[in-house]
């Protein structure tokens, strides 16, 4: 009988294509998500030593960070570094003959939405992105990582990478969330709790009865964010609800292929008694609507506390506390619901899923934003977006007073022009409040859709508890 | 790739703790479709002022710090995104070393891809580089990446640990794709297997 094995060490096991002496392992890579920040280089690398894409048919590419998401767009991109950047994808797509989802095309979006909703990403698979927030396909229990440019021509030419095994860490969260509660919450507060280099060296696996609970989306909300509590994945055994997702997807298994793939995808969970390096347990009962108030994602706390002072902190974290409270312009002990908010961000790859839509429209039905407020919607695709005009979601953004944009990365980190202006402060659904990450000088406090809409709505960080 | 053997050079001092990659380079730098020309904009919204001349507090804009190869940073360097131009910023600055007690995995791997040497110490021994780091350009570090030794000024030795085949890369300048197209065999294998029980893939 073989040792049990964690979910992490059946896929790792079935993707070596070569071990070396010292156990440098060649993993192979089923999936390769392209974009056109980081990629650029590495397809001139290819260029200048002639080499080609090995797996064109498993390279799958689509422009996201620098694409406009206002509604004339068709015109073209204003500025011209972003302009050449989505023109070199355009050429490097055709040119090496990937998979391409273009500017014009409904399917666009940020990659880490499109590649679920295609049906590129399933359980089991290795997937990897120059894009820390590949993260989010572990949601299918595929294993699932950010790598650099370097990486990326690596697998291009190769399709593989040059890894070492990490180590396995369980963050389990038991019994039901209470209402108002959501996805990010748990994400946010796990990382809370361990710090933004609590998961450094590991892949997580995410359990419990919390996580079993929450639909794939919120599933790919809670793996999105494994990156910054430090791991290299997240991961999520493939259950009922992930085949239901994954059958009938474009780019799915069909008919005697999908039974096959089914029968494997059912072998993929942790075995009973398999080794975990390091646990984490958090009952899903304490977790509360949360936001940050720093500007680390570790800087985590419920809606209901007030902001601390760095005195409350130890260690290094006591100058980085300070640095971050200078940087937000707050005062320690101000109630964190007294603080007024100038923006309110819905998207991102972590939020900007239909149900993420669903629950901040929900919020805001038939009110208004403040007065003043700039407030902007920007859907995960172009087919999220469709959808939400078909449920009625669009109109009850508009409505409000929200602007209902077309599909990208946009403010999550202002690579296009949607972007903060020093000083003013965002209640943002995305992933990062480091400093200057969605504007030099802007501030960041990350939430859920729910709590973002109830922000919009007051003007201030809000619970939404109170207001459902 | 450069190789990376020994390094005796002025290291600056960043105690910070989380430095991220949006303070290393931030996002209005990766429209570039090069991976040079970087290291003029590394940390830059510390660096420079809102009006864009330099802020003489930062630590890389002291005459002392100006010829710095080596940064000493404080836990978790690196944190946040993939993105491989905050490594070429920092080779493009001239620095060659980063010192620290953790790294973020990405960035860390980024690092061995570009002739950047990251090292790992006990905080203690961070403590003691980070106060030689701020004697500033009395003070030269020495790095020997074949006995994996790092030496202070006073000449206290300090040992660090690293992974032989990235050791073995560096020391030698070796490209990674071209150590692995010569595996192109257990490549081929591999995916061979995979067609009949994956087909799906």
Redesign the interface.
Known sequence: MTAPKTLYDKIWDAHVAHEAEDGTCLLYIDRHLVHEVTSPQAFEGLRMSGRKVRAPEKTIAVPDHNVPTTLDRAKGIDNPESRIQVEALDKNAADFGIHYYPVSDVRQGIVHIVGPEQGWTLPGMTVVCGDSHTATHGAFGALAHGIGTSEVEHVLATQTLIQKKSKNMKVEITGKLRPGVTAKDITLSVIGATGTAGGTGYVIEYCGEAIRDLSMEGRMTVCNMAIEGGARAGLIAPDEKTFAYCQGRPHAPKGASWETALAYWKSLFTDEGAHFDKVVTLKAEDIAPVVTWGTSPEDVLPITASVPASSDFEGGKVDAAARSLDYMGLTSGTPLTDIAIDTVFIGSCTNGRIEDLRAAAEILKGKKIKDGMRAMVVPGSGLVRAQAEEEGLADIFKEAGFEWRLAGCSMCLAMNPDQLAPGERCAATSNRNFEGRQGRGGRTHLMSPAMAAAAAITGKLTDVREIM | MDKFEKLSGIAAPM????I?T??II???F??????SGLGVNLFD?MRYL?DGSENSDFVLNKPQYREAEILVA???FG??????HA?WAIKDFGIRCVIST?????FF??CF??GILPIVLPKAQVDVLMKDAEKGSNARIEVDLEAQTVTTSDGETFSFEV???KKHCLLNGLD??G???E??A??D???SK?QVS????
């Open positions: 105690p910070l703790i989380n991220d949006d303070m931030p996002k209005v990766l429209k570039t479709i090069k991976r919204e809102d404080g836990d978790n944190c946040g995104s993939s993105r491989e490594p953790s790294y973020a995995d990405i791997n980024n891809k570009n992974d032989a085949f990674d794709i150590l692995t197209m595996k192109a257990s490549i294998a591999y995916e995979l994956h087909p799906w893939v």
